[in-house]
């Protein structure tokens, strides 16, 4: 797939950042509980589910900033809070200068038109009794946008920019395919001309064979109307693609964040390391890379371990990591805005001779498979 993905304008200096400056979106200490209640007869809360428990991000104008983790970490919150589709349980947001974070209907009013959102499901998204022409215009009626020409000059347009036949204005969505679907979802976020995108997964639940098509139409969208975009997905190859900076979550925190040459071939943290060992290479000619094997499964985020978040399936834990939780902070060897949160960071670079396999009953069975080769 990724030979037919275009990659996108170099922004800024050449390793794929945007120029510094004031951050079009900036996150602090961004914290999302959902409690659980029990007890009888009372509802009373006995604990909280901690989906997103403490991050820090900026988004620049005209950049792509990547989002990046296994399920269940968080991502997707994440994105629903920024967007304020979810209420943060604390935290702040600072959009364009502004703190968005306890922001009422009024005060948001005209932020919602800047900020949109593509979501995961194109099936589950899109209204089934709305037609597409509907499900575009929606949102400049909400707004009270008139565009010259009209409203539905104005969608024949953005359906002709998302690579669809302006004439299809009055079908209804299960006419189309998944791929075409998420297109009308792409149409409906730039009905507002929004400065900043929330991409939700958007190319998961597509074909392989649709996913570049999708993908370079997001970069087309960004490359000819600067529009920023966080990247939310758990495709390694597509992030680095189309970000210009990554970053990655493990439960509930973020663990590292650089631009995207620096993560993939300088990562840090032994979770990033770990990532990126698990992507296949298309070039059998290329280096050997080691494989980590993680051991056991992600904490649940009702009790996340003390400390360093990561430690009960790193190889490198130690001591200080059950008592100190390390902070996201620009370590020793790291290009300017490489910030990684490891007590004991890794070496930088992802080549070696050997796969590295962390559990005993993987190796033991690896071992087994060997012996039975010979």
């Known amino acids: 797939m990724s030979e037919n993905v275009t990659l996108p304008k170099q922004q800024g200096t050449s390793d794929g950042a945007t120029d510094r400056g004031e951050p079009l979106l900036t996150v602090e200490g961004l914290t999302k509980h959902f409690p659980i209640y029990g007890g009888f007869p009372f509802k009373r809360q006995v604990g909280a589910v901690k989906a997103v428990d403490g991050i820090d991000l900026s988004v620049h104008a005209g950049e792509s900033l990547g989002l990046v983790g296994e399920s269940g970490c968080g991502k997707s919150t994440t994105g629903r809070l920024i967007t304020r589709l979810m209420e943060p349980t604390g935290g702040k947001i600072t959009y364009a200068g502004q703190d968005i974070t306890r922001a009422g209907r009024k005060q948001l009013a005209p932020v919602r038109s800047e900020i949109q959102m593509i979501f995961q499901d194109p099936y589950s998204s899109l209204n089934p009794r709305q037609t597409v022409?509907?499900?575009?215009?929606?949102?400049?009626?909400?707004?009270?946008?008139?565009?010259?020409?009209?409203?539905?000059?104005?969608?024949?347009?953005?359906?002709?920019?998302?690579?669809?036949?302006?004439?299809?204005?009055?079908?209804?969505?299960?006419?189309?395919?998944?791929?075409?679907?998420?297109?009308?979802?792409?149409?409906?976020?730039?009905?507002?001309?929004?400065?900043l995108i929330v991409a939700d997964e958007p190319v998961s639940a597509l074909d392989v064979s649709i996913q570049a098509q999708v993908v370079n139409l997001l970069q087309k969208v960004q490359d000819e109307l600067g529009i920023a975009f966080l990247f939310i997905a758990h495709d390694l190859a597509i992030v680095r693609h189309f970000s210009h900076r990554v970053a990655v979550m493990y439960l509930g925190k973020v663990v590292e964040v650089a631009d995207r040459d620096s993560l993939y071939n300088r990562p840090r943290h032994p979770y990033t390391h770990a990532l990126l060992s698990a992507v296949p290479e298309a070039d059998v000619d290329a280096a050997k890379k080691e494989r980590i094997r993680l051991s056991g499964d992600v904490p649940s985020p009702i009790m996340p371990p003390s400390g360093c978040r990561f430690r009960t399936r790193c190889w490198k834990a130690q001591d200080k990591c059950a008592t100190e939780e390390p902070p996201l902070v620009q370590i020793s060897g790291n290009r300017e805005g490489h910030l990684t949160a490891c007590h004991f960071p890794e070496e930088p670079t992802t080549e070696r001779a050997e796969d590295v396999i962390l559990d005993p009953a993987l190796a033991a069975l690896e071992e087994g498979k060997n012996g039975s080769d010979d």
């Not at 036949?165 to 409906?188: C, K, L, M, T």
């Open 133 to 195: 022409g509907t499900i575009i215009k929606s949102p400049m009626e909400v707004n009270g946008i008139n565009p010259a020409g009209g409203r539905e000059k104005r969608v024949q347009e953005l359906l002709e920019t998302v690579g669809l036949n302006p004439e299809h204005y009055n079908r209804f969505p299960h006419e189309f395919s998944g791929g075409q679907r998420q297109r009308i979802g792409v149409a409906r976020a730039l009905a507002l001309q929004p400065k």
